[in-house]
């Protein structure tokens, strides 16, 4: 009898001790908290689990007896806010709790990290800007910030132009640009400055810029040429509409868009120009901004915005960089052919394209008025021409500016001569 008995509850055990081992659920909840060091208003607490989500319940500075809870109602992952916003501005603790959604054995996560609190926008001066300027043309902006941003650039629209700043991050100096396709009316340049903790301060540029009129131009296409070039540019045969859209438009595209990445990519230092840049000899030929109209047979075939100017001069002359800086690109590129990209600092480019010869590489320095290549025709090119590009960020802008000494030291040197200038 008691052999038989001890035999049950052994069984009874062994049974209860499975039973609880299978449906126990094993697994803590995960459970994450926003990465960053300087938040403005609120954190989110990320939580999940294999089975379902209790209770997640966050308090700041250990303060476990003020803790504010939500029931995750069982779901498997769940986002809870958390409102720092009624603690003072400094360093807090936030620390967060969870457990699943098991009643009887419930098994619980915390997870606690600092943060500092900064509620308040940054400071920013704007000290100098340029007064008047020209919509496809330049300006320049000078910003102070009393303590170190992280994140300072100005907007045109959908345009970004970025700053260079002083060791101290207190100093920041742009030049930027009324894009060409960009109405006077909606032209408002905005200086953006960004903290660590996000909170923003906008400062609207008030240089006054004027309309212009850019030139309307007709060219009448060759069939001869379009069987030349996608030869060149396609290396295939081709004739016609189709052929020459391929190159104008499809290539067109995606080398204006290389163009842009390689801008953008150019860690660009300091201004490194020094005095007015040097316009290459020759015949203005088109000019920047002009609107073209293709005609092929008659029949209008394509429209496109010419981004340069075209000077003419002798066949195969000698091609010479504007000013001082780095060579960042030369290469073949699409309707191009061949052309050379130089960075002047400041975030501003030259471009030297159609060329029959590069004689330089990416990562040379080159001094103003060096010879850099010669003029050709190849790319998108009729006859021998260097097609002559100015860029700021990665806006194209109106090359002739910058060979006029006054407008230069006005426009430009001026601004950049105060954000050096330490008071
Ligand atoms: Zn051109």
Known sequence: MNKTLLLILSLALVAGVAYFSLSRDWQTPTLELTEATHVNKSVVATASDNRGLGEV?????????????????????????????????????????????????????????????????????????????????????????????????????????RFISNAEGTRHFAVFAHPHDVE????????????????????????????????????????????????????????????????????RVSNRAKIKSVLSASQSSEPLWDGVFYRNLGAPKAQFAEHRT????GAEIDHQTHYGIDIAGLAKMPIKAANAGVVIFAEYLGIYGNCVIIDHGGRVFTMYAHLSQMNTSPGLNVARAEVIGRSGNTGMAGGDHLHYATY????????????????????????????????
């Open 392 to 423: 700021i960020s990665g806006v194209p802008v109106e090359p002739s500016e910058w060979f006029d000494s006054a407008w230069l030291e006005t426009r430009i040197d001026d601004i950049y001569n105060d954000f050096k200038t330490e008071e």
């Open 184 to 251: 006077v009316a909606d032209f408002k340049p905005m200086v953006v400055i960004e903290d660590l903790a996000g909170n923003t301060r906008r400062l609207l540029v008030g240089t006054v810029t004027r309309e212009r009129n850019f030139k309307l131009d007709t060219l009448n296409i060759p069939q001869s040429f379009i069987e030349k070039k996608s030869l060149e540019m396609l290396n295939k045969e081709g004739a016609g509409k189709e052929a020459f859209l391929e190159m104008n438009e499809t290539m």
């Open 294 to 297: 293709y005609l092929l047979d």
């Open 57 to 161: 319940c966050y308090f700041f500075d250990g303060k476990v007896d003020n803790q504010t809870c939500a029931n995750a109602d069982s779901s498997l992952s769940y986002a809870l806010t958390v409102d720092l916003s009624k603690l003072a501005d400094g360093e807090h603790e936030v620390c967060v709790e969870v457990a699943d959604a098991n009643q009887a054995f419930p098994n619980r996560a915390k997870l606690c990290r600092s943060y500092v609190l900064d509620t308040v926008p940054p400071k920013a001066v704007l000290e100098s800007a340029t007064r008047y300027m020209k919509r496809g043309g330049g300006a320049a902006v000078f910003v102070s910030t009393p303590e170190r941003e992280t994140n300072i650039h100005l907007t045109v629209g959908e345009n970004q132009f």
